[in-house]
């Protein structure tokens, strides 16, 4: 399966703890995307990198948010000191910009902050 | 500020007959639009688009409209079958910047 892949599906903490998720995308896809989405809503747009450079990060929401592409590769996903409402899916996505529009998404982490 | 609306949550249509979608939006700046599929325990898959140079494209069931001046997107789907059952997202973006999505529309296409 050559798709986009996330890891791990499911993700249960107990708030203040950190976790740290990663996304592998397509191989030959040069952006990738993190997205968040609660229950009853579209996805909403985190970050994204353009091969390892980070472009836009101001939609984090909030410094308990990091994320990472060091090689241009996969990419993780670190929130610190979690929140009950940190609670959502977490989706990444991929594209091969700029010839291609379409973002292409992995099967999302569910977290649950207890 | 939603600038993406979707205000049906959900949709009921029965198999064989047309499916329609709406989405209207509030950004007229707003030049890409997608469309996406989700089931239950997977990401969104990637329907169809339509670039604001158009007013309508087709793939192969999906048909998606653009009415700029109304400024509303619908996907049609036709004939609807049980396997597009599914929580329907459209998105849009200006030029240059990231996908907004709307909040989406749960189709279920009755046998």
């Known amino acids: 399966d050559t798709g986009v892949s996330q890891d791990p599906r499911h993700k249960i903490t107990k708030r203040g703890q950190n976790v740290t998720f990663r996304c592998d995308p397509i191989?030959?896809?040069?952006?990738l995307y993190w997205y968040r989405q609660t229950l009853g809503q579209g996805p909403e747009f985190l970050t994204y990198f353009q091969n390892e450079a980070q472009l836009e990060k101001s939609r984090l929401l909030s410094d308990r948010f990091s994320a990472e592409r060091p090689k241009g590769s996969f990419s993780t996903l670190e929130i610190q000191r979690t929140e009950q409402g940190d609670s959502a899916m977490y989706l990444c996505?991929?594209?091969?910009?700029?010839?291609?529009?379409?973002?292409?998404f992995g099967p999302g982490t569910r977290l649950t902050v207890l | 500020d939603q600038q993406v609306k979707q205000n049906s949550p959900s949709l009921s249509v029965q198999e064989g007959r047309i499916s329609i979608l709406n989405c209207d939006y509030t950004n007229s700046m707003f030049d890409y639009f997608l469309w996406y599929k989700k089931y239950p325990a997977e990401g969104p898959t990637f329907l169809i688009s339509?670039?604001?140079?158009?007013d309508k494209n087709e793939d192969g069931r999906f048909t998606v409209f653009l009415n700029k001046s109304a400024k509303h997107l619908s996907l049609h789907i036709v004939p609807s079958q049980p396997g597009d059952s599914a929580v329907y997202f459209c998105a849009a973006r200006v030029q240059g910047q990231n996908f907004v999505f709307g909040p989406g529309t749960r189709l279920s296409v009755l046998p």
């Open positions: 191989s030959e896809h040069n952006r």
């Open positions: 996505a991929s594209s091969l910009a700029p010839t291609n529009n379409e973002q292409f």
């Open positions: 339509i670039s604001s140079i158009k």
